[in-house]
Nanobody, 126 residues
Framework: QVQLVESGGGLVQAGGSLRLSCAASGRTRSTYTMGWFRQAPGKEREFVASINWSGSSTYYATSVKGRITISRDNAKNTVYLQMNSLKPEETAIYYC???????????????????WGPGTQVTVSS
């Protein structure tokens, strides 16, 4: 099991940028696929992006391609989500998640991930 804590959320104007971080602790020596999800009020949790254990492979939801970048620094046990050109409809709680995996297959459903952070609020004003 790995413990996750997100940071970097906040209030930003439409078109602005934010960089989220997810710090991992616990069984960090294991190989994990990391994912970012978001959940707006009254909506289901939706996939945003994922990155494989080595950082060599990434996958994005169609709605965020070209604007959002996921990356990781395994030496720091941290995963990042750089978000540019943010839209008001992207206001949500953003969650970091982990799934034990040594493959480069990308998992896009929340139930595929076993460990979750508490989330960080991102609010995009119009």
């Amino acid at each position: 099991q790995v413990q996750l804590v997100e940071s970097g959320g906040g209030l930003v104007q439409a078109g602005g940028s934010l960089r989220l971080s997810c710090a991992a602790s616990g069984r960090t020596r294991s190989t994990y696929t990391m994912g970012w999800f978001r959940q707006a009020p009254g909506k289901e949790r939706e996939f945003v992006a994922s990155i494989n254990w080595s950082g060599s492979s990434t996958y994005y939801a169609t709605s965020v391609k070209g604007r959002i970048t996921i990356s990781r620094d395994n030496a720091k046990n941290t995963v990042y989500l750089q978000m540019n050109s943010l839209k008001p409809e992207e206001t949500a709680i953003y969650y970091c998640s982990a799934r034990y995996s040594s493959s480069s297959f990308h998992y896009t459903q929340a139930y595929h991930y076993s460990d979750w952070g508490p989330g960080t609020q991102v609010t995009v004003s119009s």
